[in-house]
């Protein structure tokens, strides 16, 4: 439980110091929904980035390790399937920060992130 509390930290903290600081500073709120949606976004990405990377090298490092003849049997189509869809799906929630979308499109867009995290 405290884990969980503790990674779910910063998504949770920054966007609340954003929203508060402009409410206090009178900034610009668009800047603080910006700041919010992308730590909503970016969030499961680099989590998901960073237990690929440290699985594979885990993996590396115990195969090294091991003194019998055991092997780890890898299913290269799977890999290659998960990590396109990551890309792909990466690249359309990276692309949505940087290009202007009307009201619609990015609630389609959400619909369809959302729903391919569930697909998947």
């Known amino acids: 439980m405290l884990a969980a509390v503790g990674t779910t930290l910063p998504e949770t903290i920054i966007p609340v110091i954003a929203i508060l600081g402009v409410a206090f500073t009178g900034g610009d709120p668009q800047l603080a929904g910006e700041i919010s949606i992308s730590l909503i976004l970016g969030a499961p990405f680099l989590l998901a980035t960073l237990g690929i990377f440290m699985i594979g090298a885990l993996m590396l490092g115990f195969k090294r390790r091991r003194r019998h003849d ?43 992130l959302v729903g391919a995290n569930v697909f998947h």
């Open 70 to 112: 055991v092997s780890v049997d890898i299913d290269e189509a799977a890999v290659r399937g998960d990590v396109g869809f990551f890309i792909i799906f990466f690249a359309v929630a990276g692309a949505s920060g940087v290009v202007k979308l009307p009201l619609w499109a990015k609630i389609a867009l959400v619909v369809i």
